[in-house]
């Protein structure tokens, strides 16, 4: 990945990227449903109207959207690249009325791995360790929902303590961390484009136990 990404990020298609050479792009559509239903029967067209959408962009493009197969409603995020459907990354965190998930994506697209936490997956240390321990060079968290933290706090944090870049997108915007921690970016405008320092800085920790013998 390189050192220093070009993101853009809005809550809908209409995307104006225009004199901005985006690298990565995230798009909320929390209140669009993809039902794989009437997607398969030809009633609906909404994957192929984002896998056209994509075709126009030679970034990745991560689409943060409710999921609804043959009744397992789920908060998802949608992953194309040029024309194709590469993943699709349920939450692991349900409410009530959503189906439950298991397991955690690192995708592999033409920026690098960009691991993936769908809502409340961000504050499972184990989730997080286990982007980290499979070369995620990027996290992105979208769909985020939680009012129990403050996000400028919360997300800073787990970039420091992981040394990895974050992006983490939901109701309060669009939030952007260096892997240690320093906030590159935050806005609450519907959107946005900035840029992201992504190198990690890493450095070797030494631990001492003592046991009593």
Not at 85 to 103: Q, R
Not at 104 to 132: E, F, M, N, Q, R
Not at 158 to 176: D, Q, R
């Amino acid at each position: 990945m390189k050192d220093k990404i070009n993101v853009c990020f809005c809550d809908s298609l209409n995307l104006d990227c225009t004199n901005f050479d985006a690298d990565l792009i995230l798009i909320e559509r929390r209140n669009k449903t993809l039902n794989f239903k009437r997607e398969l029967s030809g009633q609906d067209q909404n994957l192929l109207t984002l896998s056209n959408f994509s075709k126009k962009f030679a970034s990745p493009i991560f689409v943060a959207v409710k999921t609804d197969n043959y009744g397992q409603q789920k908060r998802s995020v949608a992953v194309f690249e040029r024309g194709k459907l590469l993943a699709i990354c349920d939450a692991n965190f349900p409410t009530e009325k959503e189906s439950l998930s298991f397991g955690y994506k690192v995708i592999k697209t033409t920026l690098g791995k960009i691991g993936v936490l769908v809502s409340k997956d961000i504050i499972c240390p184990d989730a997080i360790k286990s982007l980290v321990m499979c070369e995620s060079e990027l996290i992105l968290n979208l769909f985020l929902d939680i009012y129990d933290f403050n996000v400028k706090s919360l997300i800073p944090s787990i970039s420091y303590m992981y040394a990895t870049p974050i992006i983490s997108t939901g109701t309060h915007g669009v939030l952007a961390c260096e892997s240690r921690g320093r906030i590159g970016f935050f806005s609450e405008n519907a959107q946005s484009t900035f840029q992201l320092y992504t190198k990690r800085n890493l450095k070797i920790a030494t631990i001492k136990t003592c046991t009593n013998i």
